[in-house]
Nanobody, 126 residues
Framework: HVQLVESGGGLVQPGGSLRLACAVSGNLDSVSYMAWFRQPPGNRREGIASISKEDDDPYYANSVKGRFTISQDNAKRTVYLQMNNLQNRDTAMYFC????????????????????WGQGTQVTVS
């Protein structure tokens, strides 16, 4: 049984930093990508960062490029999202996902039977 559990969210002032963690349990051998999505209130869920399990190749949305960094620690079975210079517009629920997307940024590509999602962690910048 695969489970993804996010942690590290909270309230931070503009310009501040947070590090989110996604702890993985269960067998993810069939998964090729780990990703972070976020969903601001009243808005769609958007892919902001992803990483290939095989070669650590990262993807970043333009909205976070240069401020956020995705990384993975295979020994700890954890994926991180380091978020620096946070702004009000970064306020959202942040979700961890695992799957085999054709487009690593696409929410619909993680709505498949072989994809997994965490419950989310709230980030508020104010």
């Amino acid at each position: 049984h695969v489970q993804l559990v996010e942690s590290g969210g909270g309230l931070v002032q503009p310009g501040g930093s947070l590090r989110l963690a996604c702890a993985v349990s269960g067998n993810l051998d069939s998964v090729s990508y780990m990703a972070w999505f976020r969903q601001p209130p009243g808005n769609r869920r958007e892919g902001i960062a992803s990483i290939s399990k095989e070669d650590d190749d990262p993807y970043y949305a333009n909205s976070v490029k240069g401020r956020f960094t995705i990384s993975q620690d295979n020994a700890k079975r954890t994926v991180y999202l380091q978020m620096n210079n946070l702004q009000n517009r970064d306020t959202a629920m942040y979700f961890c996902a695992a799957g085999n997307p054709e487009r690593e940024w696409s929410y619909s590509d993680y709505e498949t039977p072989d994809s997994y999602w965490g419950q989310g962690t709230q980030v508020t910048v104010s």
